[in-house]
């Protein structure tokens, strides 16, 4: 690929609950890294209401945000900085007085987003974070709910509807508790609101749904079920899940609701109306739980300097992810890249014993380019280092399923006997046998390459009469890669049921 430099970039996103900084490492079309993020509470919407003019209060919360961010973007040298506004500013009347005291006060060049800039930014995240192609996306917002489907992976249109968090609260939420007449005008004001938009939207796709409230929603949901592996994208939260939930909250005072395990305490006043919109919106998509990005607006706005051509989309996603992984925490490509292949061969010649699909062998091929990365932290160990570094964060492209399979491939591909490791809950029947034999190829693999010279070009295995012999197809000196393996041959014996040699041959190319 074309060499690009590494370059920083901090993404401004000043909405209308809260403004966020974002700062990323990255190599276009290479990798990425997070490395900071800095979050200010201005409820820049508050007050409002039928005025339309930003209140002097929140106006000043909101510059004030914004001369942090700069001051932090100057300290650390960020080179590229897109700072943006979304739906307060969007609406007021004194939006552009704001934009101007933004550059003056603030030294921000604020770029004020349209609603279907906004969406498509969110859609734009969702599709270079999850394994969807097509979709209904909605992303809540304290002003307003960008509402938009994607098809192919690409934006097919949306825009933004005035059901924010923090307008709803005001309008309708006006005591503490809120009275089930004020839930139920609420309930009634989203169903009219939506009713224009829903033929425009494919029915059955799946529902992607982003923003702090929703994540707040799951993650409450998350720490009741004590859920592992302990992954808020990528989530599914059920829609019977979710109207319980707000029942509760709804009966609850604020003060109380701050204490919620899982609910940002600067939450707590507008979850209910916040929730009361997500779980409408469900209801009239005909839909039984929504998907939870962790990506939003923020990488959204990110992803044309990571991906500058074209749709700003990552070519595939899946294995994008990995190798970022990879390349963040132990960028060998030779040694990683040469154990998936001989991994993979295995595979695929032992096929008539363990008669796999290909979703085993994708996660044997990803685990394989990332099973040293727990390197990173030390050699000793690096085995279960490599696999917290895995279930660290999300895995983009991945389910929770998957990513813990990976996880605990990497965990076992040195020795050991596979455990679940306390996430059998995100298992299905037959994984840990599967994980068993999988683990056992990537550990031969591994040891396969273990000069990490690969003078082990390639394998031939000859299968019968209960025997797998694996040739090692080899340039030059491959007695310890030969022995090693033959030593470590053991797992794979017992999940196949037969009896394992390993032996040296000749590589003819």
Do not use: W
């Amino acid at each position: 690929m074309r060499y690009c430099p590494v370059r920083s970039a901090g993404i401004i996103d000043l909405g209308s609950n809260t403004a966020r900084l974002v700062v990323l490492r990255y190599r276009a079309g290479y990798r990425f890294q997070l490395l900071d993020e800095l979050r200010e509470v201005v409820r820049l919407s508050e007050g409002m209401g039928d005025s339309g003019i930003l209140r002097a209060e929140p106006f000043e919360r909101g510059l004030q945000a914004l001369r942090t961010f700069h001051s932090y973007c100057e300290a650390n040298d960020i080179d590229d900085v897109r700072a943006t506004a979304t739906s307060a500013v969007r609406a007021a009347r004194n939006g552009d007085a704001f934009v101007e005291a933004a550059l003056d006060r603030a030294g921000v060049e604020l770029e004020v987003l349209s609603g279907e800039q906004e969406a498509r930014h969110g859609a734009l995240a969702v599709a270079n974070s999850l394994d969807v192609s097509d979709a209904v996306v909605f992303d809540l917002g304290g002003g307003s709910m960008q509402l938009s489907r994607l098809e192919g992976r690409r934006f097919a249109g949306g825009g933004a509807l005035p059901l924010g968090a923090v307008r709803t609260t005001e309008t309708f939420v006006r005591s503490d508790p809120p009275k089930g007449k004020a839930l139920k005008a609420l309930r009634q004001h989203v169903r009219e609101v939506l009713a224009p938009r829903l033929d425009a939207l494919p029915a059955g796709a799946p529902v992607i749904g982003v923003g702090g409230t929703v994540r707040n929603l799951a993650n409450v949901a998350q720490s009741r079920a004590g859920y592992r592996p302990e992954l808020l994208h990528g989530y599914r939260l059920h829609r019977r899940e979710l109207e319980d939930l707000l029942e509760e909250l709804a009966a609850l005072p604020v003060a109380r609701r701050r204490d919620v395990k899982g609910l940002n305490s600067d939450r707590a006043d507008i979850i209910v109306a916040g929730g009361t919109v997500i779980a409408e919106t469900l209801a009239a998509l005909g839909a039984d739980g929504v998907t939870i990005s962790g990506q939003g607006l923020r990488e959204g706005l990110f992803y044309p300097f990571m991906f500058p051509e074209g749709d700003h989309l990552a070519p595939d996603l899946r294995e994008f992810s990995v190798l970022n992984l990879m390349r963040e925490y132990y960028d060998n490509p030779e040694h990683n890249h040469h154990v998936r292949l001989l991994a993979l061969e295995l595979f695929d010649q032992l096929a008539p014993l363990h008669r796999l699909g290909p979703e085993a062998r994708d996660l044997l091929g990803a685990a394989a380019l990332v099973h040293d990365i727990g390197m990173a932290v030390d050699y000793y160990a690096h085995h279960k280092h490599g696999m917290y570094l895995v279930m660290g964060r999300a895995l983009p492209g991945y389910s929770h399923r998957e990513q813990v399979l990976i996880g605990l491939l990497v965990r076992y591909h040195r020795r050991g006997s596979p455990a679940d490791q306390g996430y059998a809950g995100a298992l299905e029947p037959g994984d840990m046998e599967r994980l068993s034999l999988l683990a056992g190829v990537l550990r031969l693999a591994e040891y396969l390459e273990r000069s990490k010279a690969q003078r082990v070009r390639g394998v031939r295995c000859h299968l019968g009469g209960g025997v797998v012999q694996i040739e090692a197809l080899a340039h030059g000196d491959a007695e310890i890669e030969v022995r090693e393996a033959g030593m470590r041959s053991g797992l794979l014996a017992s999940a196949l049921g037969v009896t394992v040699e390993v032996i040296a041959g000749h590589a003819t190319a």
